[in-house]
């Protein structure tokens, strides 16, 4: 889900006469669409071919807290969140604990970002206190006082070795089970068997234990700044993952094409 595609949904359904001339605004039509989204995804089959729904639907609202940009999408899950009822929801708040230099952790940023949070009509259930490094027992005493949570209820989140091993850490506090609880689902315990195994063959593959290596050329008229094209840099490194290969990027500025001329010199 976009902006973009959420106002232009909205800009078609108007030219329609959907709303029957009335005048379009960002409450109701903005937040209504946004609702009906996230309703009509999480009746999405979880395979194709399978009539079988996800127990639950996982929705991340990116940005910052405050932010004008994101103040519809907050104001449609404070929306959503009484439509579907308390037992039905569960609001995950992650926010950065930042390190001085002279080593002190501050929990500044988290009391404040759940503050900010409270103002949109949304209070968490949990926080996760995202750090470089481990979070003191203080600081989350601290963040859970001003959040009006048990200190149960507020995670550590410090740089890992690997990306992938976050869910494992989470799983390590008793998060999946907290989560569970909260939603009234039936208590079960998180089978991580599968992640363990993906984890294993990330870190095989990235430190290039006896994998072959395979070179993708990538034609791009932004070469000199790949950030222009992270998605799809992140889907080729995942998919290696699955592949068994060690993958090499060759970056090739589309300059050096014309439409009469190419040149394969350019990928060896």
């Known amino acids: 889900i976009t902006t973009g ?3 232009m949904s ?6 329609k006469g959907d709303y029957l001339g009335r005048t379009v605004q960002v409450i109701p039509h903005i937040t209504n669409e946004i609702i009906g989204w996230i309703e009509s995804t999480a009746q999405l089959p979880v395979q194709k071919g ?10 991340e609202i990116g940005g910052t807290v405050g932010d004008l940009e994101s103040g519809c999408y907050y104001e ?15 609001l995950i708040y992650v926010s950065y604990v930042p390190v001085l230099k002279g080593g002190d952790q501050k929990s500044k940023p988290a009391q404040h ?17 995202r750090c470089s490094e481990p979070t003191t027992l203080e600081i989350r005493q601290k963040v859970a006082l001003f959040s009006n949570l048990e200190i149960d209820k507020v995670f550590d989140a410090p740089d890992l070795a690997h990306i992938f091993e976050v869910p494992m850490y989470l799983n390590k506090q008793g998060l999946a089970e ?4 909260r939603l009234a689902l039936e208590p079960r315990v998180a089978n991580l068997s599968k992640w363990d195994k993906l984890l294993a ?9 006896s994998i072959p290596p395979i070179q993708v050329a990538f034609v791009g008229k932004y070469t000199g700044f790949q950030d222009s094209y992270l998605s799809v840099i992140k889907a080729l490194q995942f998919a290696r993952y699955f592949g068994d290969v060690n993958l090499k990027i060759k970056w090739i500025e ?6 009469a001329t190419v040149s394969y010199t350019h990928l060896t």
Request: glycine residues 6%; charged residues 30%; positive net charge.
């Open 5 to 7: 595609k959420i106002y």
């Open 10 to 15: 909205v800009i078609n359904k108007e030219r």
């Open 50 to 59: 399978s009539k079988d729904i996800a127990d639950i639907c996982l929705v």
């Open 76 to 90: 449609a899950i404070r929306q959503l969140m009484l439509k579907i009822g308390k037992d039905n929801y569960c």
């Open 113 to 129: 970002g759940v503050k900010e949070l409270r103002v949109t009509g949304l209070s968490p259930d949990f926080v996760v206190c």
């Open 178 to 181: 907290k989560v569970a609880k």
């Open 201 to 209: 063959q990330a870190l095989k593959i990235e430190k290039g234990i």
């Open 254 to 259: 589309a300059s050096l094409f014309d439409q």
